[in-house]
């Protein structure tokens, strides 16, 4: 049932959460980084605390499927309601040049909720795309969400644009959707350095520790699955049948890798790298052993520069003593 | 308790909430004026330390020279100058497309750059142009001669500027982003002491073009900021993205720049065979000499080099198998086979 604030100055733009769009929609690291930025930019150029920001998003939409990889910002016209659009249309088509791929998909703001302004603006950009998508991020949520630590969603709601027919009038409303975060590899490095500060140290040390914060994260989330179970069985937690069933499914398909195929390219795998190491090893005893004989023919030769001549059985017996205590070695 | 009043509080009151931190974002046209009249970098060579690099403005550069391999890719980046560091606040990518010598903008490129430059202002980035970056995919961060020349002409004509490189292959392969910030000295300004710098694998079709201009510019010191609400964000995010941490495999995604670099340490070591015979061993040098590098032998760089593979292929591996114990030990077994592990950890 959509919302029925029947005061008649602000009826929620917002369908309830029973309904969902039918999107299914890839979220990258960077668009969010983006936002927040500009966020931030107009916070401190403006100085209030809710500043009016607007963006495009960009990116790659195969029928139900969007992926928003880039945004940009905008500009509003003077009055402070029509978008700039050739501004719009010169920017869009600059980032087409560089990615040929990324499309203009919709576009963002912040604020709390959706109101009937966004619904205004959001009629400006249909022109430019079919269904474009709204994208909001909600500051006062964040600010309050990490004092008591357990809020772990993004403060971020994607919305789609609808019509409701309601005593035979329609209107447009907007109908969340759910998202999901993606990342290229490059792009999760890139994350990952950052949230780090950047620094360096030594590779092996680096990368274990990205390996243990994961594994510790499936550890989390696994101890919560255990604490479900042991609380169903001790009749505490309501049983849902659905929970319970994708827990089981999970576990049948452990052990994941018993395909016969599987294991020979991981021990194919597992074999090219360990022959990489030994031939390392030995890239480096050669050049040990170089070393090792050009310090032994300085030796040598400079005790024949120094003994002159009357060396000869003498240098013999020097190179034998050498090559003998070449020969300990073995 | 106290938290959530105060945080109610300096909302209702439209308090501007902004940690220190988040400062290196305003833009301030008085005080780049001011600098820019002054402009110290002009009367030292050495002037600028240090590069800080906004979060936004890295990933954009990594996510651009990724999507251009094999391709060098290039684009412009905006910020401001805060005492002896280069700020980059924001880049944005250049229509060009290098070969694989030349990475030159064009009269094309030059239209878009100030046509972008333009629009930002109107879109509320008013930060000028500080920079350049580029990338050099799978060969190392470092000036090229055409680099050195182009650098040089912008710092002589648009200073303050610095040239950026960054490396997506190497990015790929360490698992941390490979990025190098740069300035040229002006000409016929040599450096009073050559800093040696840190060794860099680089493969042999390029090592002549990095020796000889090596000596003309010198590396500032990156780092990377990022503001209080990213911080926050990021650390959201990383709830989400740690699945693919762990699914994502650097063994499978980097195979054909594994192969790529094999093949050149195999053409380097067969180049060593030869001059092999006739290296001589150095005396031990008194400490007056030790500021100069000891000039290593090609045969100890090739072995850098391959103990750089080898390590790198052994981190890739280390995940496979961590994840093979994880997700292959049939509950109730309690057979693990450790052994495997035992011996992938014996790394030379």
């Known amino acids: 049932m959509s919302a029925m604030d029947t005061d008649h100055e602000e009826l929620s733009v917002v369908l309830s959460s029973t309904t969902t769009s039918g999107l299914s929609i890839a979220l990258h690291p960077l668009p969010i980084l983006n936002i927040s930025e500009h966020f931030i930019r107009l916070k401190l150029e403006k100085q209030t605390h809710l500043p009016f920001t607007l963006g495009a998003l960009l990116g790659t939409q195969n029928g139900r499927e969007v992926e928003i990889v880039n945004t940009f910002e905008l500009a509003l016209e003077d009055d402070g309601e029509a978008i700039d659009h050739s501004f719009l249309v010169n920017r869009r088509d600059q980032y087409k040049q560089v990615f040929p791929s990324l499309e203009f998909i919709g576009w963002y703001t912040v604020a709390p909720i959706p109101t009937s302004r966004h619904i205004e603006l959001h009629s400006q950009f249909t022109g430019y795309c079919s269904t474009p998508l709204l994208l909001i991020l909600q500051p006062t949520a964040n600010l309050i969400g990490s004092v008591d630590g357990t809020s772990q969603n993004l403060p971020f709601k994607a919305y789609e644009q609808t019509i409701e027919i309601k005593d035979r009038t329609s209107r447009s409303v907007f109908v969340e959707a759910s998202y999901t975060v993606e990342t290229g590899e490059a792009e999760r490095i890139a994350v990952d350095w950052t949230a780090k500060g950047g620094g360096s140290g030594t590779s092996l040390e680096s990368h274990l520790q990205t390996q243990r914060a994961a594994v510790k994260m499936l550890h989390d989330r696994i101890l919560v699955l255990i604490q479900y179970v042991t609380s169903v069985i001790a009749a505490e937690a309501p049983t849902d049948h659905g929970i319970l069933r994708a827990i089981s499914a999970l576990l049948a398909s452990l052990p994941a890798s018993e395909n016969k195929t599987f294991r020979e390219e991981f021990n194919t795998e597992s074999e090219d790298v360990q022959l990489t190491a030994l031939l390392a090893s030995l890239t480096k005893s050669t050049s040990i052993l170089n070393d090792l004989v050009d310090k032994h023919s300085l030796l040598t030769t400079s005790r024949e520069d120094r003994f002159g001549a009357g060396g000869g059985a003498a240098r013999r017996t020097r190179l034998q003593m050498g090559s003998a205590r070449i020969g300990d070695w073995h | ?348």
């Open chain 2, 1 to 348: 308790m106290a938290n959530t009043a105060l945080k109610t509080f300096s909302i209702e009151n439209d308090i501007v909430e902004l940690s220190p931190q988040d400062d290196i974002y305003k833009f301030d046209p008085e005080a780049d004026r001011k600098i820019n009249r002054e402009s110290p970098w002009s009367k030292d060579p050495h002037y600028f330390k240090s590069c800080k690099i906004s979060a936004v403005a890295l990933i954009k550069m990594v996510m651009h020279a990724r999507s251009g391999v094999p391709y060098e890719i290039m684009g412009m980046l905006q910020g401001k100058v805060v005492g002896t560091s280069l700020v980059i606040l924001d880049s944005f990518a250049l229509p060009v497309q290098g070969t694989e010598t030349r990475v030159n903008a064009g009269a094309e490129a030059t239209e878009y750059m100030v046509a972008y430059y333009q629009g930002s202002q109107s879109a509320g980035r008013p930060e000028n142009l500080v920079g350049w970056y580029h990338s050099h995919p799978g060969y190392g961060c470092w000036l090229s001669g055409i680099d050195v020349s182009t650098q040089m002409n912008n710092q002589k004509h648009t200073d303050p500027f610095v040239a950026v490189v960054v490396d997506p292959n190497r990015t790929m392969t360490a698992g941390k982003v490979d990025i190098g910030a740069f300035r040229t000295y002006p000409e016929n300004y040599t450096p009073a002491n050559v800093a040696s710098s840190e060794y860099q694998s680089i493969p042999l079709s390029k090592i002549e073009d990095f020796g000889v201009h090596a000596n003309q510019y010198y590396p500032l010191e990156v780092e990377i900021f990022k503001s209080s609400l990213e911080t926050q964000l990021l650390d959201l995010l990383w709830n989400k993205y740690w699945v693919n941490t762990l699914s994502q495999s650097p063994l499978v995604s980097n195979r054909a720049y594994a192969v790529s670099q094999l093949a050149d340490l195999n053409q380097k070591l067969s180049k060593v065979q030869s001059s092999v015979a006739g290296t001589k061993a150095s005396l031990p040098q008194k400490e007056s000499s030790k500021e100069e590098k000891k000039k290593e032998n090609e045969l100890a760089k090739s072995v850098k080099d391959s103990n750089k593979i080898a390590a790198e292929a052994q981190h890739g591996l280390i995940a496979q198998i961590i994840k093979d114990v994880i997700f292959s030990i049939r509950p109730g077994s309690g057979k693990t086979d450790t052994s495997q592990i035992g011996e992938s950890m014996n790394i030379g």
